[in-house]
């Protein structure tokens, strides 16, 4: 056990060695690997933002009914015995039109606005909680309360949050996409790197083999190196997403802030974090091991 600790050490200090050796060619290969892991990983911190932002709004199914000026008053109260006795509705309130305009005037920059009218323009309504979350059955329950003659029009409130979760996954999706044709990358970059590696130093991989160096010890070098790369390029990535955080969080809170709520895109937490530094590595070792698998067998000592 000691003995094999003592390999990995040596390996891993051998690695270094040649990162320390070739600090230009490494600095570049690790600023080529941070700025393109720092696309999806600014995508994934943005996204998990807006989705904390999103899990503390209500997504009830909400409903608004709205009635016509001219609908009489036994066509209404048919219409209120309805919702009550519906099983597909939850909570139901009526909304007079005199209480609507009061509401309007209530909200900050409408008062003179409501000031100025000479009459009240809002209808009466009813304001429904639908028990049933599920999309189709609201859209049904829409479907039905459109067809009473006392009926003007029917809104479902929170057909913009529906938009906003799936426009989220559909970015989810884009980030994923985009992180596998990177991560893709990732391996073919090391893969290059560590045949060059390998080429440099055929020479010294001949001696070694001759003097009954296993392929084992011979390899573990350039997976460290290959890991190293990764990793490096996984920390400058994340570098980079807290810069652009720290120029851009300043404008998105004033931005926010005109909009009545507090929103900032935050760092990645530890375990994304660790993700975005692990997750290259492991790709970068995965480089090392396809390319020292491919070339290695092709030097032989002679």
């Not at 036994?74 to 209120?80: C, E, F, Q, Y």
């Not at 290059?192 to 390998?198: G, P």
């Not at 130093?201 to 009954?212: A, F, W």
């Not at 190196?225 to 400058?236: S, T």
């Amino acid at each position: 056990m000691r003995s094999w600790l003592r390999h990995h050490r040596q390996a891993l200090a051998a690695a270094l060695g040649k990162l320390a050796a070739q600090r230009a060619s490494s600095a570049v290969s690790a600023l080529v690997i941070g700025v393109a892991l720092a696309l999806p990983a600014g995508g994934y911190t943005l996204l998990e933002s807006v989705r904390t932002l999103t899990g503390r709004m209500s997504l009830d199914p909400q409903l608004t009914v709205f009635l016509r000026d001219k609908a009489v008053r036994g066509d209404v109260d048919a219409l209120a015995a309805r919702i009550k006795t519906d099983p597909r509705v939850a909570v139901s309130r009526f909304v007079p039109r005199e209480q609507a305009l009061k509401e309007l005037a209530s909200v900050e920059g409408l008062t003179d606005v409501v000031g100025a009218l000479e009459s009240n323009p809002l209808p009466d309504a009813f304001v429904l909680r639908a028990r049933d979350r599920d999309a189709q059955a609201i859209d049904a329950l829409a479907a039905d309360l459109r067809r009473d003659p006392s009926v003007e029009r029917v809104q479902a409130d929170t057909a913009w949050a529906r938009r906003l979760a799936a426009v989220t996954r559909l970015a989810r999706v884009a980030v994923l996409l985009l992180a596998g044709l990177l991560g893709f990358g990732l391996v073919a970059v090391t893969f290059n790197t560590i045949r060059l590696q390998i080429l440099t130093q055929r020479e010294e991989i001949e001696v070694s083999k001759l003097i009954g160096a296993t392929d084992g010890y011979i390899r573990r070098p350039f997976f460290y190196l290959g890991l190293l790369q990764g990793a490096g390029g996984g920390l400058l990535a994340l570098a980079i997403v807290w810069g652009a955080l720290g120029l851009l969080n300043p404008q998105i809170a004033a931005l926010a802030a005109s909009y009545g709520t507090n929103f900032r895109v935050a760092f990645p937490p530890g375990g994304g974090a660790i993700v975005v530094v692990a997750l290259p590595a492991a790709l970068g070792w995965l480089g090392a091991y396809m390319s020292v698998s491919r070339y290695l067998r092709e030097i032989q000592p002679k």
